[in-house]
């Protein structure tokens, strides 16, 4: 069985401070089933993930042999359903985040996580240019993870905070940006705006002053400054959510540009 231990959540070292492990060959039959039930699981999952769903993962994980092989294989499972759909991944970050805990000696849950997130973000520039939508899929998750999960003493992975600036970086630096890679960045940026200014202000406002001269002169579409635009105006508030009013106000002028 595995240990699910509440409040140990320190990070190791490397470039996201991850302890890695050394993964176990050994496997069973009972194994293999435990794992494939809760690939079942996983993969049936939509965007509102029920109680009832919730209770049965974390029984079946808590239920699974104890071995260091499955703990990754679970990791793997979560992170392959959230890089297929960036939809799911803010769900699959509050799936990780009551997942966290679970532990095989010394070997957790969290950390087998946040070495795949490491994995895509070392070779962002490779996966960038085969899919972008790939890309924007693993940025979407490492975002999420970011303003979901929290250590024992309910601080951010502060070893993400220089990634995600990368990351956004990135995007904005490359004239070819996309309108889809812009409404990332415009989503992502209202969810953990707050949380990345607040551990780091001079990256945030180095990404601010790039995203004003996107809106100004830097040949952004109309539709890609209107997100901005919208973006910048949730900067101005404080993080604070756009009224409703607003919010339509951006999306109706986002839809009439998309039909001129």
Same mark, same amino acid.
């Given at each position: 069985?595995?240990?699910?231990?509440?409040?140990?959540?320190?990070?190791?070292?490397?470039?996201f401070?991850?302890?890695?492990?050394?993964?176990?060959s050994?496997?069973?039959?009972?194994?293999?089933?435990?794992?494939?039930?809760?690939?079942?699981?996983?993969?049936?999952?939509?965007?509102?993930?029920?109680?009832?769903?919730?209770?049965?993962?974390?029984?079946l994980?808590?239920?699974?042999p104890?071995?260091?092989?499955?703990?990754?294989?679970?990791?793997?499972?979560?992170y392959?359903?959230?890089?297929?759909?960036?939809?799911?991944?803010?769900?699959?970050?509050?799936?990780?985040?009551?997942?966290?805990?679970v532990?095989n000696?010394?070997?957790?849950? @969290?950390? !087998? +996580? %946040?070495? #795949?997130?490491?994995?895509?973000?070392?070779?962002?520039?490779? $996966?960038?240019?085969?899919?972008?939508s790939?890309?924007?899929?693993s940025?979407?998750?490492?975002?999420?993870?970011?303003?979901?999960?929290?250590?024992?003493?309910?601080?951010?992975?502060?070893?993400?905070?220089?990634?995600?600036f990368?990351?956004?970086?990135?995007i904005?630096?490359?004239?070819?940006c996309?309108?889809?890679?812009?409404?990332?960045?415009?989503?992502?940026?209202?969810?953990?705006?707050?949380?990345l200014?607040?551990?780091?202000?001079?990256?945030?406002?180095?990404?601010?002053?790039?995203?004003r001269?996107?809106?100004?002169?830097?040949g952004?579409?109309?539709?890609? @400054?209107? !997100? +901005? %635009?919208? #973006?910048?105006?949730?900067?101005?508030?404080?993080?604070?959510? $756009?009224?409703?009013?607003?919010?339509r106000?951006?999306?109706?002028?986002?839809?009439?540009i998309?039909?001129?």
């Amino acid at each position: 069985m595995f240990n699910v231990k509440h409040n140990n959540h320190s990070i190791g070292h490397n470039p996201f401070n991850i302890n890695f492990f050394k993964v176990s060959s050994n496997g069973s039959s009972t194994n293999s089933q435990s794992l494939t039930e809760i690939e079942d699981l996983i993969s049936n999952l939509n965007l509102d993930i029920t109680d009832m769903e919730l209770e049965t993962l974390l029984e079946l994980a808590q239920n699974s042999p104890s071995d260091d092989a499955s703990i990754k294989k679970m990791a793997e499972i979560v992170y392959t359903k959230c890089v297929k759909d960036r939809e799911f991944s803010k769900t699959g970050a509050f799936i990780c985040d009551k997942l966290a805990a679970v532990e095989n000696n010394g070997t957790k849950f @969290r950390s !087998s +996580l %946040l070495s #795949l997130v490491q994995m895509d973000y070392k070779e962002k520039d490779r $996966l960038r240019a085969e899919s972008v939508s790939k890309f924007l899929n693993s940025f979407s998750l490492m975002c999420q993870i970011f303003g979901t999960m929290r250590t024992a003493g309910g601080e951010v992975f502060k070893p993400l905070v220089g990634p995600v600036f990368e990351c956004f970086q990135l995007i904005l630096d490359d004239k070819r940006c996309n309108t889809d890679e812009y409404e990332c960045v415009c989503e992502q940026l209202q969810c953990i705006g707050r949380d990345l200014e607040q551990n780091d202000r001079e990256k945030m406002d180095q990404l601010m002053e790039k995203i004003r001269t996107k809106i100004i002169r830097d040949g952004a579409s109309p539709q890609a @400054r209107c !997100s +901005l %635009l919208e #973006l910048m105006e949730c900067y101005c508030r404080g993080w604070k959510a $756009l009224s409703n009013d607003v919010t339509r106000f951006y999306y109706d002028t986002s839809m009439d540009i998309l039909t001129d």
